[in-house]
């Protein structure tokens, strides 16, 4: 299973207009294919104002990632709207997802999804992966996807949201 990442630098709450504005809209995807357990272990990282922008937009209401207080409201929203944008079928058959949860660390916020009952040996992956396309048309969503020794790396550039790929 995914060990979440947190830090003291977690605990601090910075007002979106202390943030660093970035120039790109990108978020970063990692899935791990954990033989032993039989599982697909996933990882979403995305700029928190980003996030709670598109987030605020599906769903017409205010969003604060970085507040404890509003964690357990704004982790069904998180929920929601990321399975909503994420699907993995392996070797044909569509996943089931298990959402873990979310954190808010820095400038980012990760979300964690796990898949279980994978078979020991994927042959293809297909991957949609629309996040934040409602918000952004210059969106770049990334994945990188392991199994054993086998790594893939795939970039998807607005309006592209789905590829399929053999190991």
Known sequence: MLTPRVSEEATEFRPLSAQKVHPFHVSVTEMNHNQQEATLEMQSKIFTDDF?????KQYNRKVDLSDKSLHESMDSLVR???????QVKVNGKLLSPAYLGFEQEKEAVYVYVEYLKIPATILEVDFFNN??????TDQINILHFKSGDKRKSIKLDYPDSSIRFSL
């Open 52 to 56: 709670e922008a598109a987030i605020a």
């Open 80 to 86: 929601k709207y990321v399975l909503s944008h994420l």
């Open 131 to 136: 996040l934040l396309y409602d918000y952004y």
